[in-house]
T-cell receptor, first 113, second 112 residues
Framework: DVKVTQSSRYLVKRTGEKVFLECVQD?????MFWYRQDPGLGLRLIYF???????EKGDIPEGYSVSREKKERFSLILESASTNQTSMYLC????????????FGPGTRLTVT | GQQLNQSPQSMFIQEGEDVSMNCTSS?????WLWYKQDPGEGPVLLIA?????ELTSNGRLTAQFGITRKDSFLNISASIPSDVGIYFC????????????FGPGTRLSVLP
């Protein structure tokens, strides 16, 4: 079974702090994604990556950056956290570009105060 | 851009009842995906549909790819308490790479 793990289930940070959310997968999947989930809005794509050191902006990249130094690890960085970044953050993987099934981590619920 | 709408937004049903929900778009999709998210967990793929008109089942779940390619339906028969969660439809975006758009979800509550 594919396993996608996220570094924290719950996180509380202060406005202006730099926040790192980490995602690790164990199935050698090429593609990794970061989404945020807000009630009534579904999942919105922040960034994705098709390969090591490669990243592409999604629908809502403002205020976020990402890093993929190793194939199994994809990090989401909030350079200066703000209260409107309080949300559930979900990491997902996809085997390759011919696939459709994404595998999701359990999510990190981030609260910025 | 491509967007998905889901209805109903939420529903409360009695255990044993059948459930129907749908997903619509103003754009054509070539693939429809249905995910379920249990409380406190990430979404899990339930059913994938690849062809207009296709009807696919997964246990008590049945999904259909609309003929117009602008909608899809998910039915759950004889609901049980573990069906509680949020059901998302999703589709791949028609651009470079493999990227997806998700609907806002239908929240299902099952009353014993």
């Amino acid at each position: 079974d594919v396993k996608v793990t996220q570094s924290s289930r719950y996180l509380v940070k202060r406005t202006g702090e730099k926040v790192f959310l980490e995602c690790v997968q164990d199935m050698d999947h090429e593609n990794m994604f970061w989404y945020r989930q807000d009630p009534g809005l579904g999942l919105r794509l922040i960034y994705f990556s098709y390969d090591v050191k490669m990243k592409e902006k999604g629908d809502i990249p403002e205020g976020y950056s990402v890093s993929r130094e190793k194939k199994e690890r994809f990090s989401l960085i909030l350079e200066s956290a703000s209260t409107n970044q309080t949300s559930m953050y979900l990491c997902a993987t996809l085997r390759d570009r011919a696939s459709y099934e994404q595998y999701f981590g359990p999510g990190t619920r981030l609260t910025v105060t | 851009g491509q967007q998905l709408n889901q209805s109903p937004q939420s529903m409360f049903i009695q255990e044993g009842e059948d459930v129907s929900m749908n997903c619509t778009s103003s754009s054509i999709f070539n693939t429809w995906l249905w995910y379920k998210q249990d409380p406190g967990e990430g979404p899990v793929l339930l059913i994938a549909l690849y062809k207009a008109g296709e009807l696919t089942s997964n246990g008590r779940l049945t999904a259909q790819f609309g003929i117009t390619r602008k909608d899809s339906f998910l039915n759950i028969s004889a609901s049980i308490p573990s069906d509680v969660g949020i059901y998302f439809c999703a589709g791949p975006l028609i651009n470079y790479g493999q990227n997806f758009v998700f609907g806002p979800g239908t929240r299902l509550s099952v009353l014993p």
